[in-house]
């Protein structure tokens, strides 16, 4: 009883000091920067409300996603949670994302992931996670990479593991901006390494924060089936553009 009563004070005393800092310092909507409420977390429920998921992981047929790698890979089972349109409240996450630093998107959306993720069977057997690695250098600059920071929204509430240091990326190829699709593979193919801990697994996930033309998969496809060619392999993204 004493330390329950104890506890009332400093709980008291902590919500006015949060309240305080609030008022000095309000959290702003990631994607629109009004005020957030008390209830909202990181975006808001009007920018929230935006979003239009794709609902991929109840088709019963392939998904749009799923077609993009026919006759290139094999995939055991795809998931984006949304489909990315120009000029769109997801664009403006996505931006913040990528090139603002804010590590939060990744983390609140990949914990969406994970929750549809885990009510659906044809994704059960995945056993870990493989983030799409950045360059060093690259990931230096940004200060975290954006597929790790979903794949651990994507484990928290799915609780499938991360395997972190399974891929490498050994070049710091140039941006996959404006560039077709012939070039977006030659952009990427033979700069990923595959560390020989895949072996211990059936079934990986690949992470990545957006999936444009597939060809950053489709290298990782590839190499990762070099070491470990019998490996069911899973892709999971934040967005399909």
């Known amino acids: 009883m004493l330390v329950a009563s104890l506890s009332k004070p400093y709980e008291k005393s902590t919500s006015l000091i949060n309240d305080f800092l ?3 310092y309000p959290a702003t909507c990631v994607s629109c920067e009004n005020e957030l409420t008390g209830n909202e977390a990181h975006i808001c429920s009007i920018c929230d409300a935006d979003l239009t998921e794709t609902s991929y992981h109840l088709y019963e047929e392939e998904s749009p996603f799923d077609k993009l790698f026919w006759g290139r890979i094999k995939l ?11 000029g769109s409240v997801l664009q403006r996450l996505l931006f913040q994302f990528k090139y603002h630093h804010t590590q939060t998107i990744g983390n609140l959306f990949g914990e969406r992931i994970g929750t549809r993720i885990s009510s659906v069977s044809k994704y059960d057997g995945i056993e870990v996670l493989l983030p799409v690695p950045l360059h060093p250098k690259k990931e230096f600059v940004r200060g975290y990479n954006q597929s790790l920071a979903l794949a651990q929204g994507i484990s928290k509430t799915s609780k499938i593991t991360i395997a972190e240091n399974a891929l490498k990326r050994k070049h710091n190829n140039t941006t996959q901006t404006k560039k077709d699709r012939f070039d977006r593979w030659e952009n990427v193919s033979s700069i990923f390494a595959v560390s020989q801990e895949i072996k211990h697994y059936k079934h990986v996930a690949i992470v990545d924060d957006v999936v444009t033309t597939g060809s950053t998969i489709e290298a990782l496809v590839h190499a990762i089936r070099a070491v470990h060619p019998e490996v069911d392999i899973s892709v999971l993204t934040m967005a399909i553009a």
Not at 76 to 86: C, D, G, R
């Open 22 to 24: 609030h008022l000095i």
């Open 76 to 86: 055991n089972s795809t998931f984006a949670l949304y489909s990315f349109t120009k």
